[in-house]
Nanobody, 121 residues
Framework: QLQASGGGLVQAGGSLRLSCAAS????????MAWFRQAPGKEREFVAT????????YYADAVKGRFTISRDNAKNTVNLQMNSLKPEDTAAYYC????????????????WGQGTQVTVSS
């Protein structure tokens, strides 16, 4: 089970840190990712991190502004979001995959509930 938190309302240029807590002892064997979905749009890849934390991959839209990290001892994955823009407004979802899923939502086995991020201009 995945539980996302940390969303909220922030002004453009501000920062937020999302967290996703996972239950179960197999967390460290899963690759993790964040996706987002704005109203009326398809779910969009944001960032992913491999099981060890040694490899990360970002969507071009967030590269240089967002940082994904994980703490396997605490069963958490985080998304630090800086220099937020109004176009970052969306519900953010964390996801877990047994095999490297990359940017494809269909590759992920488990999903958390969304946490809403709203960026005002």
């Amino acid at each position: 089970q995945l539980q996302a938190s940390g969303g909220g309302l922030v002004q453009a240029g501000g920062s937020l840190r999302l967290s996703c807590a996972a239950s179960g002892r197999a967390f460290s064997s899963y690759h993790m990712a964040w996706f987002r979905q704005a109203p009326g749009k398809e779910r969009e890849f944001v960032a992913t991190i491999n099981w060890s934390g040694g490899s990360t991959y970002y969507a071009d839209a967030v590269k240089g502004r967002f940082t994904i990290s994980r703490d396997n001892a605490k069963n958490t994955v985080n998304l630090q979001m800086n220099s937020l823009k109004p176009e970052d407004t969306a519900a953010y979802y964390c996801a877990a995959a047994r095999s490297w899923g990359g940017s494809r939502p269909s590759s992920y086995d488990y999903w958390g509930q969304g946490t809403q991020v709203t960026v005002s201009s």
